[in-house]
């Protein structure tokens, strides 16, 4: 059985570290490269960075933070925001991320995840979906929709339909992102992430409503998600990464520990 994994997930406005709830009342909260850093020697699996506005906006990744983080972390670094062709993915890779996070752009025009899979490896492309629950329709029959630039717009697309695209086109991994869960530290959308992992052979990232660690349990069980990613309950500091590992170590999930 493969290790679950601990994410860290630094949404960044404007080069600060911001977190919303719900993806609005956005608040600036620190120095995402102190952050970084804090997370990383405390044990931290993965590190995400997400430029928030960068796609609606309509703007490239600020490189130069990226290039700040990744001086400080030697974990894999999975970098999105604003990635809308194959140079903008070679730039991340040369800024220092490992992984590639594609999202907005790709549901505008799906061949992006397989252009960017030819040229930098299916295993380092990363399709984030941002999903909000919806009534079911013949265009959304699971119930969930896709809903692009940070939340802003709804695209009646059905979130189960697209992850098994993204799948099909070369992604290597997803991150079902839970809209009506974000930073309401309830928990996250165990339904949506199971029927979404059921739905998929690659690996799920679960992200959203993350506030007890009995939470990342229940999500990497309960919601067969491969690796928690949490944002809120470490940036506030109610909780440390090596705390919230070994948690989930004594109940049986198996976690890379440093000890």
Same mark, same amino acid.
């Given at each position: ?52 506005? &960068? ?12 290039? &700040? ?27 220092? %991320? ?6 907005? %752009? ?82 996250? %959308? ?28 229940? /999500?990497?069980?309960?919601?067969? %998600?491969?690796?928690?990613?949490? &944002?809120?309950? /470490? ?25």
């Amino acid at each position: 059985m493969l290790s679950k994994r601990l994410i860290a997930c630094l949404d960044v406005r404007d080069g600060k570290l911001a977190k919303s709830i719900k993806f609005v009342d956005t608040k600036d909260i620190g120095d995402p490269v102190e952050k970084a850093r804090e997370y990383y020697l405390d044990g931290l699996d993965e590190l995400v960075f997400y430029d928030i506005t &960068a796609s609606s906006d309509r703007r490239k990744i600020m490189l130069d933070v990226v290039e &700040a983080v990744a001086r400080q972390v030697f974990i894999p670094l999975s970098v999105g925001g604003g990635v809308r062709s194959v140079a903008d993915a070679t730039d991340l890779r040369l800024a220092g %991320a490992e992984k590639i996070n594609v999202n907005s %752009a790709a549901v505008l025009r799906p061949a992006l995840i397989a252009e960017c899979a030819d040229a930098i490896g299916d295993q380092n492309i990363v399709l984030s979906m941002d999903i909000k629950a919806v009534e079911a329709s013949s265009q959304c029959p699971s119930g969930y929709e896709i809903v692009i630039d940070g939340g802003r717009r709804p695209m009646g697309v059905d979130a189960l339909a697209w992850a098994r695209e993204g799948e099909r086109l070369g992604a290597g991994e997803l991150v079902v992102n839970s809209i009506d869960a974000d930073g309401t530290r309830n928990g996250y %959308a165990i339904e949506l992430t199971r029927r979404i992992s059921e739905a998929v052979r690659i690996p799920i990232i679960a992200s959203g409503g993350a506030g007890i660690p009995d939470h990342l349990f229940d /999500v990497l069980t309960q919601g067969k %998600a491969d690796a928690a990613l949490v &944002a809120s309950m /470490v940036h506030y500091g109610d909780y440390r990464v090596s705390e919230l590992k070994g948690h989930l170590h004594d109940k049986g999930v198996k976690m890379r520990m440093s000890w």
